[in-house]
């Protein structure tokens, strides 16, 4: 079977919704013991039942929390005897200027989006180079190499974890880790639909077609779409890729320009 991931212990943050929660789901129908990652024990409760597998678990965990990252990743790594699988999709957004970018939010995207994939690698990296073997999958995106309007300190933050990427690959490829990361342009995500409702009420549908019509493919990626491309990079098969970043944009990238 291709992309056969049974025996493969992966662990992947922010899995309580969106893309996360899309990858858990891949990693999981290919025989990957899942450990899901998530600030919201609920969330990731519920990601649990619906997967239904004995084969997943939840780990309540802050990743912005050194220590607590690294005492989940010790413990998964006792219980389950290794780690073959880091997936870093934890993240959170902001919209704003540099000059309308208050340092609150400033230092909570940087505590999220870049400390904790950080600490996410240094929980994982230690197993892995024991094992000689592992697999690191960042989520960094289109903002990383790209200006977008009102889109600061976001930019900022997935502009670092495609360099923490291209870092990792290099410092451990004699340790057999392989690092890469995945681009998307816009996913429709709940965090989209959040944002439609927060700040453009009663205009959500219009906005929407909007923002999808910002792919030249003229709509916006699903969770589900994200997630065989992760699927595909943290298998056997993907086995000579490292240091890579792969843009799934709906043509965003190359098409606008």
Same mark, same amino acid.
């Given at each position: 079977?291709?992309?056969?991931?049974?025996?493969?212990?992966?662990? %992947?943050?922010?899995?309580? *919704?969106?893309?996360?929660?899309?990858? =858990?789901?891949?990693?999981?129908?290919?025989?990957?013991?899942?450990?899901?990652?998530?600030?919201?024990?609920?969330?990731?409760?519920?990601?649990?039942?619906?997967?239904?597998?004995?084969?997943?678990?939840?780990?309540?965990?802050? %990743?912005?929390?050194?220590?607590?990252?690294?005492?989940?990743?010790?413990?998964? =790594?006792?219980?389950?005897?290794?780690?073959?699988?880091?997936?870093?999709?934890?993240?959170?957004?902001?919209?704003?200027?540099?000059?309308?970018?208050?340092?609150?939010?400033?230092?909570?995207?940087?505590?999220?989006?870049?400390?904790?994939?950080?600490? =996410?690698?240094?929980?994982?990296?230690?197993?892995?180079?024991?094992?000689?073997?592992?697999?690191?999958?960042?989520?960094?995106? %289109?903002?990383?190499?790209?200006?977008?309007?009102?889109?600061?300190?976001?930019?900022?933050?997935?502009?670092?974890?495609?360099?923490?990427?291209? *870092?990792?690959?290099?410092?451990?490829?004699?340790?057999?880790?392989?690092?890469?990361?995945? *681009?998307?342009?816009? %996913?429709?995500?709940?965090?989209?639909?959040?944002?439609?409702?927060?700040?453009?009420?009663?205009?959500?549908?219009?906005?929407?077609?909007?923002?999808?019509?910002?792919?030249?493919?003229?709509?916006?990626?699903?969770?589900?779409?994200?997630?065989?491309?992760?699927?595909?990079?943290?298998?056997?098969?993907?086995?000579?890729?490292?240091?890579?970043?792969?843009?799934?944009?709906?043509?965003?990238?190359?098409?606008?320009?």
């Amino acid at each position: 079977m291709l992309f056969d991931l049974t025996g493969k212990v992966a662990v %992947v943050t922010g899995a309580g *919704s969106g893309i996360g929660k899309a990858i =858990a789901i891949q990693l999981a129908s290919q025989g990957a013991q899942v450990c899901l990652l998530d600030l919201n024990k609920d969330a990731i409760s519920e990601v649990a039942s619906e997967i239904n597998k004995n084969s997943i678990k939840a780990f309540p965990c802050n %990743v912005s929390i050194q220590s607590d990252v690294i005492e989940v990743f010790d413990q998964i =790594a006792h219980e389950f005897g290794r780690i073959d699988i880091l997936v870093n999709s934890a993240g959170i957004a902001h919209v704003g200027k540099l000059d309308t970018t208050q340092e609150a939010d400033f230092d909570r995207l940087y505590q999220v989006n870049i400390k904790g994939v950080y600490n =996410a690698m240094l929980g994982a990296i230690p197993h892995m180079k024991n094992q000689q073997q592992g697999v690191i999958l960042n989520l960094a995106s %289109v903002a990383a190499g790209l200006g977008l309007n009102e889109r600061f300190a976001y930019s900022m933050t997935k502009g670092a974890v495609l360099s923490m990427t291209l *870092s990792v690959a290099k410092d451990y490829i004699q340790d057999g880790i392989r690092c890469n990361c995945i *681009s998307p342009g816009r %996913v429709h995500t709940p965090f989209v639909d959040g944002f439609l409702k927060t700040n453009y009420p009663g205009k959500e549908k219009e906005m929407f077609e909007k923002l999808s019509k910002t792919q030249p493919i003229g709509r916006m990626a699903k969770p589900a779409e994200i997630a065989y491309l992760a699927l595909y990079l943290c298998s056997d098969e993907a086995s000579f890729i490292t240091g890579t970043d792969y843009p799934i944009d709906g043509g965003f990238i190359r098409l606008n320009t």
